[in-house]
Each structure stands twice: as C-alpha cells, then as structure tokens.
C-alpha cells in the first residue's frame, strides 16, 4: 500500500508522471532508452519556462497534461519498472476535459499514490535539473533519501554545470553564481569563508557522520564549492568511505582536506577524493589506521598540484606510497611523516631526490631512517628553507655533519632538532658552517652538547637570531656568557628551558664587554640558575624587552632589581611566574622603572605579592594589557585599585585562586567594562557562589571563568 500524499512537493512531482502518450512507450525501451526518454521529457518542461525562475514545484506547470492517456503509478507499471522482471502495462482511456480531471481525481482516491514509489534513477533524473541554489538546499530537506541522490549528482552529471560549458568547468576558479535564483549566505550553512575565499568547513568527533558531509556537499555547491574540509573525528567515529566518495563527487574544487582519527576511512575514500578533486594541494591524514600506500598512491597519481602533505600515525603507509609522491606531486612544498614505522630510507630519499628544487619544509618525527636520509636532504635540500628531526633513533653524529659538511642547504633558516642523539659539538659546528642563513635553531634533550658547541655556534652562524635549548645538561652559564659576547649584531633571543648545567660560577664575573643585540630573554625551570646568574646576565644584555623567568625559585628580589636598574629600554613583557621568592619590594621597583612600556605582566603564584604591588601597577602602568596575579596575596583592596585606574585598560585579567578576594570586588570588576575581554575567576569560592552571574550580565562580551 501506499502512503497518502501529504507533501506538496511531492504531489507535484508526482503529477509530472501523469504523462501524455509518448511516456507510454517508455515501458517498450531498454534501461538506457527508458533514461534518455525521461530527459527528454524534463527538457522540453524546462524549455517551457525560458529563464523564469523554476521553484521547486515547477513540474506541475508543464505541458504533460494535455494527453488523453495516463499511466497509472501503481507498482506494476512499466515506467516505473522494478529492477528485475518487467511487468504487463494496462493503461486507461480517457475523454479529455473535464472528465479527464474527474478520472484523475477519482484515481487518486481509490489509490493514493507517492514519489517514493519512483525508483533513484527516475527521480535522479528529476533532481539533478534543479540549480545549484537554495532550490537544491531545499530539496535536500525533503528527505534522506532526496539528500543522498542530491548529493551523488557528479559535475559531468549537473545539468546546470553541463549549460555552462566546459571551458568553465577547465579554467574558473569557481562557477560564475546565477543570478536567477536567490543564494543563501555562507553563514546560514554554517559555512566558513576564508581569508583565500573559499568555503571552509569542521566537523568535530560525534557531529562527523556521513549525511553530515552530505549535507555539506549540496549546501556549498549553490555557493561555488567547498575549498577545505577538516574533520576531528575519534575512536567512535562514523564517517566511512561512502562519506568521503560523496565529497569526492560533489566538491570538484576541494583544495584543503584534513581528515584525523577516521577508524573507517580506508583506501577507498582516499581513492574516492583522488578521482573526484584533482585541484587538492593540502592532505593531512592522521591516525586512519586502515589508510595504505594505495590510496596514497591514488592521490599521487591524480592529484598533480599537491604543496602539502602530512601524514601522522598511519602505520600502514610505507616507502611504496612516499616514491608515488615524489613521482606525482613535482610541486610539493612540505613534507610531514610522523609515527610511521614503515617509512625509511628509501622513501625519504626518493621524495628528497624527485622534489628537490621545490620541497621546502621537511618535519620527520620517529620514523625508520638513519644517517643516508641526512645525507640524501643535505645534498638535494638546495631549497629547503625550514627542518625539523625528532626522535630518529638511529641517525648517528655522522648523519647530521654529513648533512651539514654537504654545504648544499644554502637556503636553510629554521633547524630543530629534538631527541636525537646524534647532536654533539661537531655535528653542531658542521650545520652551523654549511647552513649560511640559518636563523632559528632549536636543541632539545641533546645530552652530548657542551659549551664547545656553542662556541663554534657562535663563530660560524652569522645569521643566527634566535637560539632555543631544552634539557641540555652538558651546556653551563660560562658556555652562554661566551654565546652571547661572540655572536654577532642579529642575535635577538635566546632560550634555555630545564638546562640542570645552567648554575652560578665559581668565580666572581668581572667587567664584560655588552651585547646589544639581545632582546628576549627566557630562563624556565633551571633550578641551580639565581640572582646571582641573573645579575650578570642582565649587565651584558642592557636592551632587553622581554624576560620570562617562570619557575626559577633561586631568583629573589636581589637579582629583580638588578634587572629593572641595569635594563636601559623600557621592557614590554614580564612573565614571572612561580618564581615564590619575589615581594612587593622588586615587583615595585620593576614597574615603577618600566611601567610606561610594560604590557603584559605574570605574577602567577608569587605568593608574597599583595595589594601593595597592584597600588604600584595602577599608578604607573599605562599601557598594560594583560596582568595575571592568580594564587597571589590579594584583598578586595588590591582589585579596587587596578579597576579605578583611569590610565589603565586591561584587556585580560587574572583572579584565580586568590582566596582574599570576596564578593565586593564584582561591583569594582564592573567598572572595568569599558576594555575588558577576558577574566580568570576560577577558585574564588565566594565569588562563584555570590553573583558572579550578575557580573556575566554586566561584562556581557567578556569571556569568565569561574
């Protein structure tokens, strides 16, 4: 039985199948004759309206109805055949005129009929005529049914995209919009334009499903096309290789595609957006175990204007797939393998060897290579500009002096090197005299680097900027004094994170020449490193602008002091986080001296920081932005002195986990409307449970936590 019609839309179509004589002889042709019969019935309607706008409805304004025949919808009729056996047809006569419309009326009491009784290739046909507008929005809402044909309409398949010619579909960039039909707003599809124009989407974990991307596809096709798909999924993901064939389809000019953590997604669906988006230039595919070489190659293959590609925790990709690449994408520009057990020498070889006048960024993190990969990039790397090593277990020191010794990395600016032992002071000294422009060079967890590194850094790197070592034991203070007194007018920052070698010397530091290039400099969790160290940092370095010694608890006010008297330009940023041993006394001093150009301050977890310290900010901070006071010993006072500072605009602030702070001070931290953006109210029980939701009402755009 069927369903009584209901829906409009579907009534209309459904009485475009009433059709005059020519329909009847559908049933005497094959499957490909029944289809191209069909078309041309929906072409002669079409042609009918000229270039009036043809709403949703348009089949009922057709001239079908002028026949004295009408098929019966019934499902034993041969227009809409079943896919096995045909079946016999007996078609009624009719008079014409009135008793026509009686019969037809008559008919569809005693059998109430729906579309859904058209098989998906008959209505396919119907809805593939229909502009790329909000008219294929529409339809797509119909049902799910609607939406997935809607959705399987290939580009070679669009009527709409066939009028419009082929040149179109060669050269443009996008589709010429019509202006015919009404385009919905990016906005209403919650559609994304970015700053290169096109139409970008994400779809987070459990919004990541199928009807989802297809959805996506008919919505942006009325708006020119989707230009980059990001999908996060997670273990539970239900996204499949159909999801990403329908991408495939119907987003010809797909240029942007991240796909991370899809456990379903395998070859097929990389197959799928290979055939279907041969303008792609970024792929990023992270943890889709069931992705091979094969879909890699595919994209390869077809995909000639690739510029980026990253490929993380897939443990089935291998040398096969990288070669594909190297051999198909002459116009790579970046290159990231990340946990892939399978990948080794000869893949990354091969990739460095076919792309080595255009590859420029190279990031490979615990893959299966040894020193002849090294070898390889530092002999084709003529363009590489920027390259990051991380956790290769077997590349030795001789693998990075023969990368260096090469002397073929001219254009290399940005080195990091991270967990690979390898780095000793003669690997160090190779990169720096066969790498002329490097500018950026970052060492973390080297145990085999000591202060002779450093010295041959120095001498050598000319270029050098800005230098960043983490958990390097072997390097001490004197090894940084030498660093900075020899290296040369660029060097601007210089970083040293959990270095347990960075302690006071042994022996009084006497008059030093200065070095007054040094701008930024960062001192964190080096636990032998004091006032001492910093005092005679700081009378080397006079032009600092920016100091961070967070979590550095051998630092007192002393060493504070020293640095607000010995600093000659105005410091813009201070982040002093952790470090318990500092008082009002230095934080005092520090903004007093650099108060009319600091603008951010941490003070996070001083605990001997009181009220004393925000009187000093509010009378001599002008250009603050952000200030951060959480677990500091603070009062309703302290908060009332910062909120009526009238040169002062904060833009962030943070309370958290000041527990003198009470519900008095919502009624100041209103008054701070008028610039603040954000406010850190987490851990102030008595704030969280007074008012603080007539405080969101208040700072209505500022984002709080509480």
């Given at each position: 039985?069927f369903?009584e019609?209901?829906?409009p839309?579907?009534?209309?179509i ?5 059709v005059k004589?020519?329909?009847?002889q559908?049933?005497r042709?094959?499957e490909?004759?029944?289809?191209a019969?069909l078309?041309e019935?929906?072409?002669h ?8 706008e043809?709403p949703?409805c348009?089949l009922?304004r ?9 098929l019966s919808l019934?499902?034993?009729?041969d227009?809409?055949?079943?896919s096995?056996k045909r ?9 014409r005129?009135?008793g026509?419309?009686?019969?037809y ?5 005693q059998?109430p ?8 290739e008959c209505?396919?046909?119907?809805l ?12 797509a ?7 997935m ?9 669009d ?6 010619g082929?040149?179109?579909?060669r ?12 385009v ?6 919650n ?9 970008s ?6 919004e ?7 959805a996506i596809t008919v919505?942006a096709?009325?708006l020119?096309?989707l230009g ?10 239900k ?5 990403l064939?329908?991408?495939g389809r119907g987003?010809?000019?797909l ?6 953590k899809?456990?379903?997604i ?10 279907g988006c ?5 792929l990023d595919?992270?943890d889709?175990p ?10 390869a293959?077809k ?5 980026s590609?990253?490929?993380?925790f897939?443990?089935r990709?291998?040398?096969?797939g990288?070669q594909a690449?190297?051999?198909g994408?002459?116009?790579l ?5 990340k ?6 020498d ?9 792309t080595?006048?255009s590859?420029k960024?190279i ?10 990969s090294?070898?390889?990039i530092?002999?084709y ?6 390259i990051?090593l991380?956790?290769?277990?077997k590349v ?5 002096w023969?990368?260096?010794?090469a002397?073929n990395?001219?254009?290399l600016?940005?080195?990091t ?8 002071d003669r ?25 002779a ?12 900027e800005?230098?960043l ?5 072997g390097?001490?203070l004197g090894?940084v004094?030498d660093?900075?007194?020899k290296?040369y007018?660029?060097?601007?920052s210089?970083a040293?994170v ?9 022996f009084q530091v006497?008059?030093?020449?200065t ?5 930024s400099l960062?001192?964190?969790?080096s636990?032998?490193?004091t ?6 940092l ?32 105005g410091?813009?940023k ?9 008082s009002d ?7 007093e001296a650099h108060?009319?150009s600091?603008k951010?301050?941490n ?21 603050l932005?952000?200030?951060?006071v959480?677990r ?6 302290g908060?009332?002195?910062i909120?009526?500072?009238k ?6 602030l ?7 702070v009470?519900k ?9 409307k008028?610039s ?8 102030c ?8 939701g007539s405080l ?6 500022c984002?709080?936590l509480s």
């Amino acid at each position: 039985m069927f369903r009584e019609v209901k829906n409009p839309m579907e009534e209309e179509i459904l009485r475009l199948l009433w059709v005059k004589r020519d329909c009847h002889q559908i049933g005497r042709f094959s499957e490909k004759g029944r289809r191209a019969q069909l078309r041309e019935s929906c072409m002669h309607t079409l042609e009918a309206f000229g270039d009036e706008e043809l709403p949703l409805c348009w089949l009922i304004r057709s001239n079908f109805m002028d026949s004295n025949i009408i098929l019966s919808l019934a499902p034993n009729v041969d227009f809409c055949y079943p896919s096995g056996k045909r079946l016999r047809v007996t078609a009624p006569s009719f008079i014409r005129g009135e008793g026509e419309m009686k019969t037809y009326g008559l008919l569809k009491k005693q059998q109430p009929c729906s579309i859904d009784v058209l098989p998906d290739e008959c209505l396919f046909e119907i809805l593939r005529w229909l502009p790329r507008s909000q008219t294929r929005s529409i339809a797509a809402c119909v049902s799910k049914r609607w939406l997935m044909l809607l959705s399987s309409i290939q580009p070679s398949e669009d009527m709409q995209m066939v009028q419009k010619g082929s040149e179109l579909l060669r050269f443009s960039r996008k589709p010429l919009p019509d202006l015919n039909y009404p385009v919905p707003l990016a906005s209403d599809l919650n559609l994304d334009v970015g700053s290169d124009g096109y139409l970008s989407r994400c779809l987070e974990a459990d919004e990541a499903t199928d009807i989802r991307l297809a959805a996506i596809t008919v919505c942006a096709s009325g708006l020119g096309g989707l230009g980059k798909l990001k999908i996060r999924g997670n273990s539970t993901c239900k996204i499949t290789d159909g999801g990403l064939s329908v991408i495939g389809r119907g987003c010809s000019f797909l240029r942007v595609l991240h796909i991370w953590k899809l456990p379903l997604i395998s070859d097929a669906g990389l197959l799928s957006i290979a055939n279907g988006c041969p303008m792609l230039e970024n792929l990023d595919v992270c943890d889709c175990p069931w992705i091979t070489d094969k879909g890699l190659v595919a994209i390869a293959q077809k995909c000639p204007n690739l510029i980026s590609l990253s490929i993380d925790f897939c443990s089935r990709i291998s040398n096969d797939g990288l070669q594909a690449v190297g051999r198909g994408c002459p116009k790579l520009l970046s290159i990231s393998i990340k946990d892939c057990p399978l990948v080794g020498d000869k893949g990354i070889s091969n990739l460095m060897i076919c792309t080595a006048s255009s590859l420029k960024k190279i990031k490979l993190e615990n893959v299966n290579i040894s020193d002849v990969s090294l070898a390889v990039i530092g002999h084709y790397g003529k363009a590489v500009t920027s390259i990051s090593l991380t956790s290769l277990q077997k590349v030795n020191e001789r693998g990075f002096w023969v990368m260096g010794n090469a002397r073929n990395m001219a254009s290399l600016t940005s080195c990091t090197i991270s967990c690979c032992s390898g780095v000793t002071d003669r690997s160090l000294e190779a990169i720096a005299k066969g790498c002329p422009l490097l500018k950026q060079l970052g060492i973390r967890m080297s145990h085999d680097l000591s202060d002779a590194g450093l010295t041959s850094l120095a001498g050598f790197a000319r270029t050098l900027e800005s230098l960043l070592l983490e958990e390097c034991n072997g390097i001490t203070l004197g090894g940084v004094l030498d660093l900075l007194l020899k290296s040369y007018t660029r060097f601007r920052s210089l970083a040293l994170v959990k270095c347990l070698g960075i302690r006071d010397l042994p022996f009084q530091v006497e008059e030093l020449p200065t070095c007054t290039s040094l701008q930024s400099l960062t001192i964190r969790d080096s636990p032998g490193f004091t006032s001492t160290s910093l005092s005679a940092l700081v009378k080397i370095n006079p032009n600092l602008r920016q100091i961070d010694l967070s979590g550095l608890v051998g630092v007192t006010d002393t060493g504070l002091l020293s640095l607000a008297e010995s600093s000659r330009c105005g410091l813009v940023k201070a982040n002093l986080g952790e470090c318990v041993n500092l008082s009002d006394v230095s934080i005092s001093a520090l903004v007093e001296a650099h108060g009319s150009s600091l603008k951010l301050l941490n003070l996070a977890g001083c605990k001997m920081v009181t009220d004393r310290s925000l009187l000093a900010i509010s009378a001599n901070c002008s250009v603050l932005k952000d200030l951060d006071v959480s677990r500091c010993s603070l009062s309703d006072f302290g908060v009332a002195a910062i909120a009526s500072a009238k040169p002062l605009s904060l833009r962030t602030l943070s309370l958290a986990g000041c527990a003198g702070v009470t519900k008095r001070s919502l009624s100041f931290l209103g008054k701070m409307k008028e610039s603040l953006e954000g406010l850190n109210l987490q851990q102030c029980k008595v704030i969280r449970t007074h008012g603080a939701g007539s405080l969101g009402e208040k700072l209505w755009w500022c984002e709080i936590l509480s």
